[in-house]
């Protein structure tokens, strides 16, 4: 998905459903980076991916409670 396609998605959701994907961004992280501490993981450019999609939905729940 293109970058600002997830932007426009997250700025649809609710704080609710933001917070439940910011949850679920920072188990598949905290995955990545114990499968990538322990030689598993293939593509470990998903790490900075993640990471960067943790700091929009961050951005968007910040952006929603202050409007």
Not at 22 to 44: D, H, P, S
Request: proline fraction near 0%; charged fraction near 30%; charge should be positive.
């Amino acid at each position: 998905m293109k970058t600002k396609d997830y932007v426009k998605e997250l700025n649809t959701k609710s704080i609710e459903e933001l917070n439940s994907d910011l949850t679920a961004a920072k188990k598949e992280l905290f995955n990545l980076k114990f499968q990538n501490a322990t030689n598993q993981l293939e593509n470990t450019s998903r790490i900075t991916i993640v990471r960067k999609n943790i700091a929009r939905i961050q951005t968007a729940i910040s952006a929603k409670k202050n409007a």
